[in-house]
């Protein structure tokens, strides 16, 4: 069935290609987004189609629309990105949230929610499954991030529970490809760009704290399905890929897959709170929506390479300043 949905920070990395998927099948399809971190450029193409609506809107003013769905992306995801302005980051988190589950309350849409692999902060249980609670420094430069969607989750939570809205959490591992923001900071962003550019490979610390790395279109493939799972499945659902890599085979990788001449440097020691191990445990995944990813890191970096060296690099830019 065709449904009215409506996706906020849907210009970003993620939310862009969410947005293809659903504009695809047929959906008519809202974007919310005030362009924080992302540029036009990732929904250019999609702004010729008659089931699709761009609104330049911040979530944490209210929002009144009739729609079926709601995807509830919106949220600055990079370190560099988050702490930019942290105040801003956690009213993103906690006021988008309550907007939005209101929203939903009001017109008794549907609702998921983007979590993240951040609510279990440092972790001392590896791998991680959705049953731990997590190692999070309340106070520290993470915080507004880790802590901001932390409480989200709780307001979804108790939505459900107070007000019976129908919610989807997952918690996302890190994911990536095409459309990553190419200043974000991010750790395959800047190798692939430093890669490119022949520059040296920064690793943060020794380089063997280390990532899962998901690719984009497997991501996007378990909020399908988590959005149309049965109704007793809220989550939390943790979706990534768990094959876990050191941040220096990470950068070997990228150094060979892309011909560089790139050499690997450790730049400065690990930032304060970075986790040191992450790794999704995927259990829950697998048997409620019989998802798991299927495209290897080698193969989702070659496309991602691919699209790196196709962009106009003097296009995008740093985030402006949003008080
Ligand atoms: P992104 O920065 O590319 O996308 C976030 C989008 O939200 C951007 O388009 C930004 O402009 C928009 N936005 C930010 N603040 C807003 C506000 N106040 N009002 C309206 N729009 C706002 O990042 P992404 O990687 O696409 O992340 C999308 C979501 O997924 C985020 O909620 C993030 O926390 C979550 N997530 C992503 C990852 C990952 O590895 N990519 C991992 C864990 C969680
Ligand atoms: N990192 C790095 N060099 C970089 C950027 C990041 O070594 O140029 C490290 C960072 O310290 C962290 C990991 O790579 O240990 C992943 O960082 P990212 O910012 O991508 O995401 P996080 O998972 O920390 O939110």
Redesign the pocket.
């Known amino acids: 069935m065709l449904k009215r949905i409506l996706v ?8 862009s290609h969410l947005c293809d998927r659903l504009v695809t099948a047929g959906h008519d399809v809202i974007c ?7 540029q036009k450029a ?1 929904i250019v193409h999609l702004l010729k189609q008659p089931n699709f609506e761009f609104i330049r ?4 003013h209210p929002l009144f629309i009739e729609v079926d769905e709601i995807f ?7 370190p560099g ?1 988050y702490q930019y302005n942290p105040i ?1 980051t956690i ?2 988190s906690v006021m ?1 949230a309550i907007n939005m589950l209101g929203l939903a309350k009001r017109v008794r849409a549907k609702i998921f929610h ?5 609510v279990y902060g440092d972790p001392h249980v590896h791998p991680q499954p959705e049953t731990y609670w997590g190692h999070v420094n309340p106070i520290g430069p993470r915080a507004c ?1 880790d802590e901001g ?1 932390r409480a989200a989750e709780t307001l979804f939570f108790d939505y459900h529970r107070q007000n019976k809205v129908n919610i989807r959490v997952v ?6 490809g095409p ?3 190419p200043y ?1 900071g ?1 750790v395959v962003s800047n190798f692939i760009r430093q890669a490119i550019a022949g520059e040296p490979i920064t690793i943060y610390g020794d380089g063997s704290q280390t990532r899962s790395f ?1 690719y984009v279109d497997d991501l996007v493939d378990g909020f399908l399905r988590m959005m149309d799972a049965p109704d007793d499945c809220s989550g939390p659902v943790n979706l990534g890929n768990p094959t876990e890599f050191t941040i220096r085979e990470l950068a070997e990788q990228v150094v060979e897959l892309s011909g560089s001449s790139s050499t690997i440097v450790r730049e400065r020691p690990l930032p304060q709170d970075d986790p040191k191990q992450r790794q999704p445990d995927i259990s829950r995944a697998k048997s409620l929506l019989e998802w798991e990813p299927t495209v290897p890191l080698r193969e989702g970096l070659r496309r991602t390479i691919d699209w790196f060296r196709s962009i106009d690099i003097e296009n995008y830019r740093p985030p402006t300043p ?1 008080y």
């Open positions: 906020t920070g849907g210009a970003g990395f993620l939310g919310v987004d005030n362009l924080f971190t992302s990732n809107h911040d979530v944490t509830n992306l919106a949220c600055p995801a990079a990105h801003k009213k993103t988008g983007a979590s993240t692999s951040e991030y969607k918690r996302i591992f890190n994911t990536y459309r990553m923001h974000d991010r998901c949003n």
